[in-house]
């Protein structure tokens, strides 16, 4: 990855937060805890999920940055959404978490030196996961779940107008 591509990869995790809040201020709190089908998250499920990744994402890089050959452990992100029963918490919160975690990450890619997108470590389901992984994989993460947010919303609407 050249440093041209690494800025752009950094400069689209930083606006992250920013569009996934947007995303959520367009659903209706009525909204959010619909679901579009059985097995699929509600718009508050996304953005609690979002927090978790989040964190654990912000966890694995600095494992990567700062031990030598870390394990990284996947999670079944279906079933956290069930055991620790998302729809309990508060959405706010949750996005707070992702705020703050995606500026302090930010904060700290940033000042990066080369070399340290090249240190590595084993994911658990994935194998060798770099720092240069780690950001193509998060640069899109919250990219991807406001392009979710907003699906659910027109379905959302969509069925909301058949009814009436």
Known sequence: MTPSERRKLIARYSRGSALLERALKHVPVRARKWRPGRGKWSVHEIVCHCADSEANG?????????EENPVLVAYDQDRWARVFAYHRLPVGEAMAVVRSVRALTTRLIKGLPGAAWQ????????????????????????????????????TWKAKAHKKK
């Open 58 to 66: 912000a966890i694995r890089l600095r494992f990567i940055l700062g």
């Open 119 to 154: 240190r590595a470590g084993t994911h658990s389901e994935s194998g060798r996961y770099t720092a240069e992984t780690w950001l193509t994989v998060y640069a899109e993460h919250l990219e991807k779940h406001s392009r979710q947010i907003m699906r659910n919303l027109k």
